[in-house]
């Protein structure tokens, strides 16, 4: 069975204490995985999307690699505004969306 | 603000009772997605729409169905509500049909009582 599966569930980091959030997957041929953001009563906020194991791609503080049975989401450096809940997914054979439950990172002032 | 508009932003109804979601993507934008979020489910796909048609399903309910129409906006309609059918109902859209960068409505809270 295609499977998201995110941890941890929640991290509470101090300002500026650098961390990984973990997203891995098991799907029949990956076509790709995307990492959103999303703050309490909003819609996901898209943030990367990677193809292929060994891609990486950066926005800010943030950090997405890629490997063959899991990704993560490096956070360097953190700041208040980061907290947020980090969703990941994947699409399915059949172009079914299949969400992990996400990570709630809180950043401590 | 990414562009995708949903409404109505809140909805309160009583159980049995049906209504409908409805959702604008972004200018250019060819598909629409739906999407149901429960604080103990997370974020489960219901259905996608491509210029019209469908093209993928997830676990959506015989209860609730879905169209897209020539302007591209789509409605979700829920029937037979019940109590579990509470939750923040999202919209997103893509470019194209297989395009993985999705942009999501503000969402459309749904209480059922």
């Known amino acids: 069975e295609d499977q998201v599966t995110q941890s941890p569930e929640a991290l509470r980091l101090q300002e500026g204490e650098s961390s990984s959030l973990n997203c891995s997957y098991t799907?029949?041929?990956?076509?790709?995985l995307f990492w959103y953001r999303q703050d309490p009563g909003k819609g996901p906020e898209f943030l990367f999307t990677?193809?292929?194991a060994g891609e990486e791609k950066e926005k800010e503080r943030l950090k997405a690699t890629l490997t063959k049975k899991e990704s993560f989401l490096h956070i360097t450096a953190p700041k208040p505004e980061d907290s947020a809940t980090y969703l990941c997914?994947?699409?399915?054979?059949?172009?079914?969306?299949?969400f992990g439950k996400g990570t709630r990172l809180h950043i401590l002032p | 603000d990414s562009g995708v508009t949903q409404t109505p932003k809140h909805l309160i109804t009583a159980t049995g009772q049906r209504v409908t979601l409805r959702c604008s993507p972004r200018?250019?934008?060819?598909?629409v997605y739906w999407y149901q979020q429960s604080l103990d489910q997370g974020l489960q796909f219901l259905i996608q729409?491509?210029?019209?048609?469908?093209?993928a399903k997830g676990n959506i309910l015989e209860r609730f169905s879905a169209q897209q129409f020539p302007d591209l906006h789509s409605e979700l309609n829920l029937s037979s509500l019940e109590l579990g059918d509470s939750a923040l109902y999202f919209c997103?859209?893509?470019?194209?049909?297989?395009?993985?960068?999705?942009?999501f409505g503000p969402g459309t809270r749904l209480t059922v009582t």
């Open positions: 997103a859209s893509s470019v194209g049909g297989t395009t993985l960068e999705q942009y």
């Open positions: 799907v029949s041929g990956l076509r790709g």
């Open positions: 990677l193809y292929s």
């Open positions: 997914a994947v699409p399915s054979l059949d172009d079914k969306i299949i």
């Open positions: 200018s250019g934008d060819l598909s």
């Open positions: 729409y491509y210029n019209g048609e469908e093209r």
